[in-house]
Nanobody, 123 residues
Framework: QVQLVESGGGLAQPGGSLRLACAAS????????MSWARQAPGKGLEQVAG????????LYEDSVKGRFFISRDNARNTLYLEMNSLKPEDTALYYC????????????????WGQGTQVTVSS
């Protein structure tokens, strides 16, 4: 069965960095687009970054552009999210998600989600 296991969350200071990882199994990782989504306290879910199956194209939500970078290692079945210049408003539960096809686009609906990893940005 599909499994997505996130790691790398934790506490960071404003201006700091964290790197999230997502270990994928149970499907052919290189066939599918992937994305990271987050849910902040009291707010709805939002997709923050997506990547094509081969890593050739990435897309970011406006609030994270230039600060967050999504990447993947298809040989290791792993998705990453490098988060820099962190802000308190980045505090959220971050989810790794699998899309149903090879391409990511705004509004694409994932078909599988991980359990999430908590990111807290505070001084």
């Amino acid at each position: 069965q599909v499994q997505l296991v996130e790691s790398g969350g934790g506490l960071a200071q404003p201006g700091g960095s964290l790197r999230l990882a997502c270990a994928a199994s149970g499907f052919t990782f290189s066939d599918y687009a992937m994305s990271w989504a987050r849910q902040a306290p009291g707010k709805g879910l939002e997709q923050v970054a997506g990547i094509y199956r081969d890593g050739s194209y990435t897309l970011y939500e406006d609030s994270v552009k230039g600060r967050f970078f999504i990447s993947r290692d298809n040989a290791r079945n792993t998705l990453y999210l490098e988060m820099n210049s962190l802000k308190p408003e980045d505090t959220a539960l971050y989810y790794c998600t699998k899309l149903g096809g090879p391409h990511y686009y705004p509004g694409a609906q994932p078909d599988y989600w991980g359990q999430g990893t908590q990111v807290t940005v505070s001084s």
